[in-house]
């Protein structure tokens, strides 16, 4: 057994040499390792570099949408940064009002074109993207905004299209803000279309809606579909409904919950003062998948399922609590999801997080020459991601994330999405499958286990000698048909090897219960395009292990394969099965055989043997049939005969066949 195994091995690293050198132009690296085999040298997922922004007093607040930065300082100056032309001149926008004025929050559509400033006084400015000129919006005076749900779908240069706002004191509003016309001196347009209130969480105490965001669900009706989901400092809440599809504003009133009836929310103990809220959009206008809320005891993290059915009120789904890192007593400011991380920001670095398993897997420290962090943020346009303190402005750049995807999946035992996120990386892959073969053979699943260990490098005689081991020879079958499989058709040595070892265990198998399914599978090996150039290599062998099993029925069947039509004859002779053989000699048509093997039918079959020969009528040579004819008539098998069927030929050869021979003539 030894020996084959050696002589496999050696066929195979052969075989692999003459690969390597056949394919060396168009040869590719494992991404984790140089040409030379070392490990290469990977740059981090995520890295962050500082921009070229001085602000002339500490920053406050920074918003970013389609590549444009709105930066607010505490002198109550707005600066704007196109970003895809940094080195353009910014023009500051100062709000004349108080020098103690200040700024409660700021915040700017995803378009990059819609801006909203909240002031401590609770006066709410307007600005829009290309104009110098911010505008009060009077019918938002009296609010302080904590967060915005914006418009994805309609939002554009024109306008918003609705939006909802939620205040400090748990009163969400909607709205709809249009673009100004400043070329109207005289008349002044309102912004804001109207402003109505559609939900009241503050009823009892007042109380943050410090996260807020709406999406439009699919719908197999004419009405609009919407989820609402929003946050307080401990809770999280959710909505779904319909709106007809022309309705008078406020749009959202009918999917709150009416007044007197409590919404339903999930609460989770030892708030720290302040959440936050994030989806995760793989695309800009595709619906969220994955949402995580930062909230006192940890990041709530799961799946975000869009195709709930009417009825349902709520979006989320699996979601787990993962707890905050254990590097320090700090609380995290601000949070950002991306599609498999995590990043919380603190007053002096960014931890990340993998989302699959809550593991802290990046720690990236600020100097603390740039101060204290505010927050990190993405632009759900463009992709880009931004972190600042009150000094400097950070850009973070992201470099294939789900690189180390594979490896957590593994981990994980999910070796479905492993091989899903090896991205065709050959040696990835083979990691995850040879991990997956050791977790089925552990657990006794013995034919899943060979399976995979067949899609592997793993050495053969080692992997073989594991299922005899454990005296499994289905799963050592299945293990060799799968390597014979993935074999190509100059292999031989290797096909010719593999063939003989399935040929005996697959005969060995017959002797069970399942005899006709292991029959069949032997069955369709040999008739494997693969197999059938190296059967003439191996038909020595293989009759002789069908021959050791006396398995006749598939002797017959090998030789029928391999067109060995002398021993399927011979084998029908020597168990007087005389009509079959002549019937193979009429299909197989080789008239050397029928010459052959005509004295013996002659004898034992002779009436259906020279219909045989008058249907084959002009191939066949009666000159080369009279030994048979002669032997018939010497034998006195003639004599057993109502009519002399050598005679019978004979007639037909002069008669229909204008056969003139003498030796016709005076034999007849």
């Given at each position: 057994m030894a020996g084959l195994f050696d002589q496999y091995e050696a066929a195979s690293v052969a075989d692999?040499?003459?690969?390597?050198?056949?394919?060396?132009?168009?040869?590719?690296?494992?991404?984790?390792?140089?040409?030379?085999?070392?490990?290469?040298v990977m740059n981090p997922i995520f890295s962050k570099r500082r921009i070229n922004f001085r602000p002339q007093a500490p920053i406050s607040h920074l918003v970013v949408g389609n590549g444009n930065l709105l930066i607010a300082l505490t002198n109550n100056t707005l600066i704007r940064i196109d970003t895809e032309k940094p080195d353009s001149e910014q023009q500051p926008i100062e709000l004349t009002r108080p020098y103690d004025e200040k700024i409660h929050s700021i915040f700017l559509d995803p378009t990059g074109h819609h801006s909203l400033i909240s002031l401590v006084s609770q006066d709410v400015l307007y600005l829009y993207k290309n104009s110098q000129k911010y505008r009060h919006l009077p019918k938002l005076?009296?609010?302080?905004?904590?967060?915005?749900?914006?418009?994805?779908?309609?939002?554009?240069?024109?306008?918003?299209?609705e939006?909802?706002?939620?205040?400090?004191?748990?009163?969400?509003?909607?709205?709809?803000?249009?673009?100004?016309?400043?070329?109207?001196?005289?008349?002044?347009?309102?912004?804001?279309?109207?402003?109505k209130q559609v939900f009241n969480l503050g009823r009892d105490s007042s109380v943050s809606i410090t996260s807020l965001a709406f999406e439009r669900l699919p719908s197999t009706t004419s009405d609009r579909r919407y989820f609402i989901i929003l946050t307080t400092?401990?809770?999280?809440?959710?909505?779904?409904?319909?709106?007809?599809?022309?309705?008078?504003?406020?749009?959202?009133?009918?999917?709150?919950?009416?007044?007197?009836k409590p919404a339903s929310f999930l609460e989770l103990p030892g708030s720290f003062g302040y959440s936050e809220l994030k989806l995760f959009h793989p695309v800009f206008k595709e619906l969220p998948r994955k949402f995580a809320w930062l909230a006192g005891p940890g990041v709530y993290y799961g799946l975000m399922d869009t195709d709930v059915e009417p009825g349902c009120q709520t979006v989320t789904k699996d979601a787990e609590l993962f707890s905050y890192p254990v590097t320090t007593n700090t609380n995290p400011l601000s949070i950002l999801l991306t599609e498999f991380h995590i990043l919380l920001l603190y007053e002096d670095c960014v931890r990340i997080m993998c989302v699959l398993n809550g593991q802290l897997v990046l720690e990236d420290n600020y100097q603390s020459r740039y101060g204290s962090m505010k927050r990190i943020i993405r632009d759900s346009m463009k992709g880009t991601i931004w972190s600042y303190s009150d000094q400097h402005v950070f850009k973070y750049s992201v470099e294939d994330e789900t690189r180390d995807v594979?490896?957590?999946y593994l981990e994980m035992e999910d070796f479905s999405s492993a091989l899903k996120h090896c991205d065709g990386n050959v040696s990835q892959m083979?990691?995850?499958?040879?991990?997956?073969?050791?977790?089925?053979?552990?657990?006794?699943?013995?034919?899943?286990?060979?399976?995979?260990?067949?899609?592997?490098?793993?050495?053969?005689?080692?992997?073989?000698?594991?299922?005899?081991?454990?005296?499994?020879?289905?799963?050592l079958r299945v293990f060799l048909v799968r390597k014979l499989e993935g074999l190509r058709l100059g292999d031989?040595?290797?096909?010719?090897?593999?063939?003989?070892?399935?040929?005996?265990?697959?005969?060995?198998?017959?002797?069970?219960?399942?005899?006709?399914?292991?029959?069949?599978e032997l069955r369709r090996i040999l008739s494997l395009p693969l197999v059938k150039p190296v059967l003439s290599d191996c038909q020595s062998t293989i009759y002789n292990l069908i021959s050791c099993h006396g398995n006749t029925e598939d002797y017959v069947y090998f030789a029928s394969l391999i067109k060995d039509a002398d021993r399927v004859v011979a084998h029908h002779l020597s168990r007087s099965e005389f009509p079959a053989a002549i019937s193979y000699l009429m299909k197989y048509g080789d008239v050397n055989l029928i010459y052959k093997f005509s004295p013996t039918l002659m004898e034992h079959a002779?009436?259906?043997?020279?219909d045989a020969f008058i249907q084959l009528r002009g191939r066949l040579n009666p000159r080369e049939l009279m030994p048979a004819l002669v032997q018939y008539e010497t034998s006195g098998a003639s004599s057993r005969n109502q009519q002399n069927q050598a005679i019978r030929y004979l007639e037909f050869a002069v008669s229909s066949l204008s056969h003139t021979d003498p030796a016709y003539t005076t034999t007849y």
């Open positions: 692999n040499r003459n690969r390597q050198t056949r394919n060396i132009e168009t040869s590719t690296y494992d991404a984790e390792t140089t040409s030379s085999g070392k490990p290469r005076k009296g609010l302080v905004i904590d967060s915005v749900g914006w418009n994805r779908v309609s939002s554009g240069p024109q306008g918003t299209g939006i909802l706002i939620g205040t400090n004191k748990g009163v969400i509003w909607e709205t709809e803000l249009l673009a100004p016309d400043d070329h109207k001196i005289f008349i002044a347009s309102a912004v804001e279309q109207y402003a400092p401990d809770r999280l809440y959710q909505f779904i409904g319909s709106v007809p599809q022309s309705v008078d504003p406020p749009v959202f009133l009918n999917i709150f919950m009416y007044e007197g594979w490896k957590i083979n990691q995850v499958r040879l991990k997956e073969a050791e977790y089925f053979f552990n657990r006794n699943e013995f034919s899943n286990s060979a399976e995979c260990f067949a899609k592997t490098d793993a050495l053969f005689g080692e992997t073989a000698l594991k299922f005899l081991s454990v005296g499994n020879d289905a799963a031989r040595a290797q096909v010719a090897m593999l063939l003989c070892w399935l040929v005996e265990l697959h005969l060995d198998g017959m002797a069970g219960s399942d005899r006709l399914t292991v029959q069949s002779s009436s259906a043997c020279v």
